[in-house]
């Protein structure tokens, strides 16, 4: 069978939730993806911020195989080796003081609003506590994350959300204070906006937050879902402002490939919140996904993956600043990092369209957005190749 003729089977038996790109992926190498008729592509989307480490690396598939061999999973009565050595590797690179492993970034989203509740409800017993979010958020797609996620399209559906939610604008403080009130319990955002079309947290407005938070006992939640991991050259990119969250969530990069999640929290959140029998999940944390996580933040140190980061990604934000002045069509560049955006005047499908057949894999966010969100190992000369296929697909 052709490769369209097995997409063509694929669509009769998958839900259809996705508009897919034509094509089928079959292996990975570096920062190449190839199809199963052997067209190579160059690949400027990591599985959406996830495969860091590039594809292939020889030591991590190692590790995962050797622990396939040894132990797959247990369930979380009983404890389990990775699972200690990932808990402290990620409370050590973090800062924060405690772990609780999810499978996905919708689930650490999930725990954190739970914590945040938990945390108000021991301070006055009551059940009417209010989160602020931001519009152009992104935290998932299960109810508790969808509730938080500044998209209205995204919700309207399937509404009643969660409730108590109010909404603000990400770096306008004035918006965010006059959502406050005595119910609030925690306010939630992505340091770097992904989703929503690439929009970094100022740092004066993500230390006001901070300084709000503070004086009104209320917990700042930062979802470095996608922007945590190394990717904007920090480990976590709030490390990079000297503001620090009491919950954390991250996922995508952490088990660079393998689907795991986690919430971090400090030490003051985790004695005033979830209790044994509060929250659970019978993956979470098992073996195989934190022997990935162990070996992936083994692997950063290593590789020195945050000295990269920087060098390529103020390197990548140079080659995008001269396509975005060459071209009338672009009207922003934003990013820090190896997470950045161009800003279309029109839809971009059309240009990754042709990208992909020029044998270059990118990504939108939103309708007008092209999202720079490559592995975290790619050099200077791939994003001079990169450059030179995306201004073919721009054209004029
Ligand atoms: C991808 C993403 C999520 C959701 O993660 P899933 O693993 O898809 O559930 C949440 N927040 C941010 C910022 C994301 O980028």
Redesign the pocket.
Same mark, same amino acid.
């Given at each position: 069978m052709s490769m369209q003729e097995y997409i063509d089977q694929a669509e009769q038996n998958l839900l259809h939730t996705y508009n897919r790109y034509q094509v089928i992926l079959d292996r990975g190498e570096g920062v190449h993806l190839y199809d199963v008729n052997g067209k190579e592509y160059l690949d400027f989307v990591s599985g /959406?911020a996830v495969f860091a480490l590039g594809y292939g690396n020889r030591e991590y598939n190692d590790a995962l195989k050797a622990q396939i061999d040894k132990l797959i999973h247990t369930s979380n009565y009983y404890y389990n080796m990775p699972a200690i050595h990932a808990a402290k590797k990620l409370t050590e690179v973090s800062g924060m003081d405690r772990v609780f492993f999810t499978n996905?970034? #919708? *689930?650490s /989203?999930e725990g954190a609003i739970k914590a945040a509740r938990k945390y108000a409800f021991l301070k006055d017993g009551s059940t009417d506590h209010e989160i602020i979010a931001m519009e152009h958020s992104?935290? &998932?797609?299960t109810m508790g #994350?969808l509730s938080v996620t500044g998209n209205p399209k995204y919700r309207e559906a399937f509404e009643p959300m969660i409730g108590h939610i109010r909404f603000a604008k990400m770096n306008d403080f004035e918006s965010v204070s006059a959502q406050v009130t005595d119910k609030t319990c925690a306010i939630i955002l *992505?340091t770097v906006q &992904? *989703?929503g079309g690439i929009y970094p947290a100022e740092e004066a407005f993500l230390k006001k937050i901070r300084a709000l938070c503070d004086e009104k006992d209320i917990l700042l939640i930062l979802?470095e /879902?996608?922007c945590g991991m190394g990717r904007t050259g920090t480990m976590f990119a709030w490390q990079r402002y000297g503001v620090k969250p009491d919950i954390m969530t991250t #996922?995508?990069a952490l088990g660079c490939g393998v689907p795991v &999640?986690a919430f971090l929290m400090t030490e003051k959140v985790a004695q005033n919140s979830l209790v044994a029998g509060d929250h659970g999940t019978t993956y979470g944390g098992n073996p195989l996904a934190c022997a990935a996580i162990c070996k992936v933040l083994e692997l950063f140190e290593k590789q020195n993956i945050l000295a990269n980061v920087n060098r390529v990604g103020a390197y990548l934000y140079d080659r995008l600043e001269e396509v975005a002045k060459e071209y009338d069509c672009i009207k922003a560049h934003r990013g820090v990092g190896l997470m950045q955006g161009l800003v279309f005047e029109q839809p971009v499908g059309d240009i990754i369209k042709r990208a992909m057949d020029l044998g270059l894999i990118l990504i939108n966010a939103g309708a007008n957005i092209i999202r720079f969100v490559p592995s975290l190992v790619i050099t200077e000369e791939d994003v001079d190749q990169m450059i030179s296929i995306l201004k073919e697909a721009i054209g004029k």
């Open positions: /959406i996905s970034g #919708a *689930e /989203i992104f935290h &998932g797609r #994350a *992505e &992904g *989703e979802d /879902i996608q #996922a995508k &999640g």
